[in-house]
Each structure stands twice: as C-alpha cells, then as structure tokens.
C-alpha cells in the first residue's frame, strides 16, 4: 500500500525518552482520494527488536523535526489550556452576572422592597456584587419597612 | 431656537420578565440621572404601581413580538436613546449618552468579527461584498440613539416596524428573478428577526440612502452583552450598559 508520513509526528513520551512516536499515514486510495491513519509506534516491539515503523519515520521526518514538533506540541497545548480555563472562568462569571441579575429582579418583587422609599437602600441593592451583598441590602430594606429596623428614608 | 427634549425608552412586553426588568432598568437610569426623562412601553395587563411610578411617560402597546419598534416609533422626545429592557446601567456616563450623536441620525452599536463569537448568525450570501469578501449584519439593535426631529428618522422607525410586521406574517421576503422567495442569498433562519429588516432598510431601500447611520463610539460600553470575555477587551472606558441576554434565564423564572 502506498503511503506518505506526514511531517508533523511527535515524540508522545517527549524528547527525553523519545520511545514512543506518533504519526499521521495519508494513504493513496485506489479512487485518488486519501485516507488518513493516526498511529502509535513504540521503538521496540515485544522481542525487544527495533520497531521497523518507527525506524521509517524517524529516517523520514528526522530526529531534530521530530523534537522540534513535541516542543512546538507541548507549548500549543499548555496554551489551549490557559485560554480554555480563562474562557471556563469567564463563562462561570458570566453565568453568576446572569444569576445575581435575575435574584435582584426577583428582591424587587418583594412588596416591602418593591414599595420602598428608601432609594439609598434600592440604589445599593441593585448595584450590589453578589448575592450576599445583596440579601444583606434586601434584609435591610424589609427590616425597616416592617419596622424592624429603624433608619430614617431619603 | 428650544432645546431638543430628551429621554429614553424601555418597552416591555409580553412577559413579566421583560416588565421587571425595565422598571429596574429605569430606575438604574435615575441612580446616576434623577432628572432623566424615561418612557415605558407596555402592556396594560402588566403595569403596577412600580411602573406608574417610574415612569415619566407611559404608551400602552400590544403584545406583538416587536413592539419594541412600535414602541421606538412613538417615542415622545427628540433625541431618544432606546434600550432593551434586559439591561442595566452601570456607569454615571449614561449622562453624556445625548452626546454621542457626531452627526449621525440613528446610532447602534456595532457587530465587528472580535465579537462575532457572541452571535448566532452574522454572515450571508445576499451581503456579501463586490470583492467576494463574506459580509453581513452589522448593527446590533439592542440600544438605539436616534433624533426623532428628522422626519426621515420617524419614517424609517414606521417603516422598521410595518417591514417587520409583514416580514414575521411571511407576506414579505426579498424575491428571486423567477418571483419566488430568496432563500440562497436570504436565509429562512432571518425570517422572524429584526435584524434582517433593519439591514434590509438601510442597505437596500433607496429611500434611507441618506439617512446616516452610525455606530456609537467605544461602542461596546454602551451595550455590553454579559457573554462578552473581558479579557477580549471589547470597550476601552468603563461600561455603561450592562446586556443580560441570556435566553434560558428569561425562561426559567418569568412567563
């Protein structure tokens, strides 16, 4: 079968031990299409002799690619990773906005919230950061409103 | 010559989601501008107490889905910054909002590629350009400054409004030479979108040819979507407009 060893194989085990080779085959389909085929050489087979798999890529990509791939490999993944985690963070965060803003819109139907007077209170409520910011301004506002609490209305 | 009047408007129809919203929209406005004059389009069925007493001026609609342009329509002040109600207002700024005009007639703000992860569909085959360069949607109607002293402004507003109407009751859709719908340039997903018959009237009616269109400066700032990831840096001053869009909360709670 006729075959082409893509250049873009790397150590998976990485440069240190540079035991374990991956590589992308294109092979030639009989209708002049391709066929892709992801593999895994080890160097040595289970009688300890040289991988002959292994040995043609390493003699067609080279050694020095090779490593160049890994490295190249390695500092792309850690990047996707970073970015992946910032975008996970910033999806939570932005799930939370979401959550704090419809909370605040439900506060703002509690009658003794919904019919104060007390716009200092109202303002801080709505601009509060987060829901214990926030159930602590709706607990004040009911407490003064029920007279719990006694604090003079702006 | 009288100062122009000015102030903003909030529709809220439909759900009790959109009514809450705007009246806490509302009152963030006059956190940082007691004085603003604010509009309240709405159902009847919907107004309490809250409403009536926020609001400066108050136009019942019905519940179209697009009362929002009915509403936008009818505004009772010259310079007019519409706003979805699902937003909030953060930053002392939104005093400065009357000034943003730099001689445009309507503003949006805009949809650039950096945002494009934050939309459904941008792109289409009908806009793309001369050079074969994809293009599409480039306005984001989530808030609107417009001069309603302009009549071709009112009548761009009507014109929004009835194009839509006929366009969600499948009586209006861009033809193809044979007469039928253009569904290749025009895709079927535009069909009960606003979007579409706002990029319709300013790219395709001769009659707004010269309407002038803007986008707002540091637009994003102005009508910052909670999706957004900051640290894409999207507005360069702080925000002012904070866009709570996300569909499956509006669901969740309120009907």
Redesign the interface.
């Given at each position: 079968m006729e075959y082409e060893v893509l250049d873009n194989a790397y150590w998976e085990d990485g440069i240190d031990d540079r035991s374990v080779l991956k590589c992308i085959r294109m092979h030639k389909q009989a209708d002049g299409s391709k066929r892709k085929e992801i593999i895994v050489f080890s160097r040595l087979l289970p009688d300890r002799s040289l991988c002959p798999n292994f040995k043609e890529v390493v003699a067609t990509v080279g050694t020095e690619k090779i490593d160049a791939n890994t490295n190249e490999r390695r500092q792309r993944k850690t990047m996707e990773q970073k970015t992946g985690h910032v975008k996970k963070e910033q999806q939570k965060k932005a799930a939370q906005l979401e959550k704090l803003f419809h909370m605040k819109l439900q506060a703002f139907e509690i009658p003794e919230i919904r019919d104060s007077k007390n716009r200092k209170l109202r303002t801080a409520l709505r601009r509060s950061e987060n829901e214990v910011e926030m159930n602590a301004y709706a607990s004040l506002i009911i407490g003064i409103e029920k007279g719990i609490l006694n604090e003079s209305t702006d | 010559m009288s100062q122009p009047t000015k102030g903003f408007l909030i529709v809220a129809s439909r759900t009790k989601?959109f009514y809450?919203?705007a009246?806490?929209l509302i009152?963030?406005i006059k956190?940082f501008m007691p004085d603003a004059k604010c509009c309240l389009v709405t159902e009847e069925r919907l107004l309490d107490?809250?409403g009536r007493e926020i609001a400066d001026d108050l136009i019942f609609c019905d519940d179209h889905k697009r009362a929002k342009i009915w509403g936008m329509a009818r505004s009772p002040y010259d310079l007019t910054m519409y706003i979805d109600a699902d937003c909030?207002v953060?930053h002392e700024d939104i005093s400065i909002i009357f000034d943003q005009f730099n001689g445009s007639d309507v503003l949006f703000t805009g949809l650039p590629v950096e945002r494009h992860y934050c939309y459904a569909e941008v792109y289409f085959e009908g806009a793309r350009r001369p050079d074969g360069q994809p293009a599409g949607f480039e306005l984001c109607g989530g808030v609107c400054l417009y001069d309603m002293r302009n009549p071709l402004v009112r009548e761009f507003m009507h014109d929004w409004f009835d194009l839509t109407v006929e366009q969600y009751a499948g009586r209006w859709w861009p033809k193809k030479e044979d007469g039928t719908e253009d569904l290749e340039n025009y895709p079927q997903s535009f069909k009960r979108w606003d979007q579409f018959s706002l990029w319709w009237l300013t790219k395709k009616e001769p009659k707004y040819a010269d309407l002038k269109v803007g986008v707002l400066e540091d637009d994003a700032r102005w009508n910052y979507y909670?999706?957004?990831?900051?640290?894409l840096k999207h507005n360069k001053d702080p925000i002012v407009i904070?866009h709570?869009s996300?569909a499956s909360?509006k669901q969740?709670?309120y009907t």
């Open positions: - | 989601f809450y919203s009246c806490n009152e963030s956190d107490d809250r909030e953060e909670s999706k957004y990831r900051p640290h904070r709570y996300s909360a969740e709670v």
